[in-house]
């Protein structure tokens, strides 16, 4: 009973972790429709401000709180960087801004690799989060890391903020209007130009958070953005675009199947099969799990 | 401008391909660069089936490693039975596994005509099953290209994790014998290589034959407007099934082709990164064009090797930055170059024109 919850809670887990990953996809990807492969360079540079910042700060325990902000400004920046640069030439060609945001993508691995060096690099997590918390007691204790726990919340607060962010502030409802019929949204005065840009900011900024929560489960290092931006998408393929419930519930059940089949099998299994699962399921709803309908035939 | 036209070109470029590949090539690269060139043809002939997938048919398939990986192990399965000899495991099993025998899944590829057909067929029927769910759902463009790349990601990491029938990581390593002809030997390498540009020829070819037919037109009608075309009456999802399968076949056999001209295949040369290198080929030299896509695979990697042998850091920007201005800037890719070059001057010269017109 134990091992069950407990490999329920480590997929809860992981969920959390390609949650707070996909979620800046979910706008960027969901709401506008962008494919932005260069998405975990992004997370990375999160993860890497968090070492500077511990480099520069001493205290850990403060150092990750100032990184959740900073690493928030410093991707979002860079996200609209590059919307700025090149994605708002290529909005009409999406499958060309998929191959053109892997070319900045690898260039900012280069980038990291030149500056930080190719051996990834390792941060302190801070006291508060290094315990466990027994959630069961007795003879067949249940236990969860701290830092487990700081991730779901993470995540959790990053939906909520989100969710409120596009459904009571002005620029959500401007993000909101843009997504769902942009040529009206411009003549009602709209500038979706800039609507385009906030909302980039937006999605980037919420992969360096991500990025911060990845410090505290595994080593920073360039190729750390690759590693995870393809599970990103698929949570995204498969919950729907334009929806933030689909990207929540895909995020949280591939997390448990993962878990689950890994336990049950091993690592290498478990991905072929979560992407088996992925395909049938396409079968069953190829738009992904929740859409906004529309009478579009395309 | 153009000497030639119509069919006579197409003869007069086979021709000069040809001989450029046959004559010119061998007698004036040393046997080491013409190995290089063995490599490149068989991006080469990857980039074909991009070509007819993505450029024709607008399917950016980004896991075409799946099934280069596919041919390329079918292939190298075959060598390393035959390198150990009849009753013997292959080295790597004696030395990783517990396995005193070979596993059910490798026995059939002992036999020479099965392993051939298997390194074409396989991948084809891969991408018939996958296809044939994937389009039949109409999921199409991203959704399409995300997926694809995944199952070669997919495939990469269980080749990873099965180490002891697949070799791990490692890959299939040091493979001796091809068809019971030395490897070592410089006289069959060059064999290995004319074969290699035999088979791209006849891939462009054949390529060539399916663009310029009903077909092909079909296929470009699909890209260009999915749903008047089903409002016409035709299927679509066959439609593309059919370039797919045909792109997945030519990677098939340009991974069985490349096993023996580098004696080595491994999860390195078909995950995420080399799948999206395939891509990049094409997209510089032109995708929707079969010469400029195959020109642009022998140059993009032609490229890699003479720049990361020097300079590692810097061959990465430059990769990064090929992708930007090739896609942002010249979606046609180089093999468009002269057509937009052409149309400036125009427009400059009827410009021209009006400006002295409004002169006088």
């Known amino acids: ?298 | 401008m153009t000497l030639l036209h119509g069919r006579a070109r197409t003869w007069a470029g086979f021709a000069g391909a040809a001989v450029l590949l046959f004559a010119l090539a061998p007698l004036a690269l040393t046997d080491f660069r013409l190995g290089l060139l063995a490599k490149y043809l068989c991006t080469a002939m990857v980039a074909v089936g991009i070509c007819l997938a993505w450029g024709r048919g607008g399917l950016l398939t980004l896991g075409q490693g799946l099934f280069f990986g596919l041919g390329g192990y079918a292939m190298a399965m075959h060598l390393k039975i035959a390198d150990a000899g009849p009753g013997n495991l292959p080295d790597f099993m004696q030395l990783y596994g517990t396995a005193t025998e070979l596993p059910w899944w490798w026995r059939p590829f002992a036999n020479p005509a099965f392993a051939l057909a298997a390194t074409v067929l396989l991948p084809m029927a891969v991408a018939a099953l996958l296809g044939s769910f994937i389009f039949r759902r109409r999921v199409k463009g991203a959704y399409f290209a995300i997926l694809s790349q995944a199952l070669a990601a997919a495939f990469a990491i269980w080749l990873i994790g099965q180490q002891a029938t697949t070799g791990g990581t490692n890959g299939l390593t040091d493979i001796q014998g091809f068809f019971g002809y030395d490897l070592d030997d410089p006289v069959n390498q060059r064999t290995v290589y004319f074969v290699i540009a035999a088979a791209l020829l006849l891939l462009i070819a054949l390529a060539r034959q399916l663009i310029h037919s009903r077909y092909g037109e079909l296929l470009v009608a699909v890209r260009d407007s999915e749903e008047r075309v089903r409002f016409l009456g035709y299927d679509p999802a066959k439609v593309k099934l059919v370039a797919y399968v045909v792109a997945a076949g030519m990677a098939g056999l340009a991974g069985a082709l490349f096993v023996p001209a580098v004696g080595i295949i491994s999860p390195a040369m078909i995950g995420i990164v080399p799948s999206i290198e395939f891509v990049i080929g094409a997209a510089v030299g032109g995708r929707a064009s079969l010469v400029g896509a195959v020109l642009g695979a022998i140059g993009v990697a032609w490229a890699k090797t003479a720049l990361s042998e020097e300079f590692p850091a810097a061959w990465t920007y430059f990769q990064g930055l090929l992708f930007i201005v090739a896609l942002a800037f010249l979606p046609g890719g180089l093999a468009s170059l002269g057509g937009v070059l052409r149309r400036r001057r125009d427009r400059q010269r009827k410009a021209a024109v009006v400006a002295v017109g409004e002169a006088a």
Request: hydrophobic share 55%; aromatic share 6%; net charge positive.
């Open chain 1, 1 to 298: 009973m134990t091992v069950i919850l407990g490999q329920t809670f480590t997929g809860i887990s992981i969920g959390a972790v390609l949650l707070l990953i996909a979620l800046g996809l979910s706008l960027t990807f969901g709401q506008m429709n962008v494919i932005n492969m260069a998405h975990g360079e992004f997370i990375m540079a999160g993860a890497y401000t968090t070492y500077v910042l511990q480099k520069s700060i001493s205290g850990a325990g403060i150092s990750l709180l100032v990184a959740l902000p900073v690493a928030f400004i410093v991707s979002g920046a860079l996200g609209a960087l590059l919307e700025w640069l090149l994605i708002r030439r290529l909005y009409l060609r999406p499958l060309d801004t998929l191959l053109v945001t892997w070319g900045v993508s690898l260039m900012l691995q280069q980038l990291a690799r030149d500056i930080f060096g190719a051996p990834n690099v390792q941060t302190r997590a801070p006291d508060w989060l290094t315990g466990n918390v027994t959630l069961i007691g007795g003879a067949d204790p249940l236990t969860v890391a701290n830092s487990r726990l700081f991730i779901l919340g993470l995540a959790v607060a990053a939906v909520v903020a989100l969710t409120l962010t596009l459904r009571l502030t002005p620029l959500g409802r401007r993000i909101r209007a843009v997504v769902q019929n942009r040529d009206l949204a411009e003549v009602s005065g709209i500038s979706t130009a800039r609507v385009d840009r906030t909302a980039f900011f937006l999605g980037s900024g919420l992969a360096g958070i991500a990025g911060v929560a990845l410090t505290l489960v595994g080593p920073i290092g360039p190729t750390m953005g690759t590693n995870v931006i393809i599970d990103a998408f698929l949570v995204i393929v498969v919950g729907g675009i334009g929806q933030l419930k689909g990207t929540v519930i895909v995020a949280f059940v591939l997390g448990v199947l993962q878990s689950v089949l890994e336990y049950s099998t091993t690592l290498s299994v478990a991905k072929v099969l979560v992407l088996v699962a992925i395909v049938a399921f396409l079968q069953w709803r190829p738009q992904g799990l929740y859409t906004l309908r529309t009478r579009s035939l395309v």
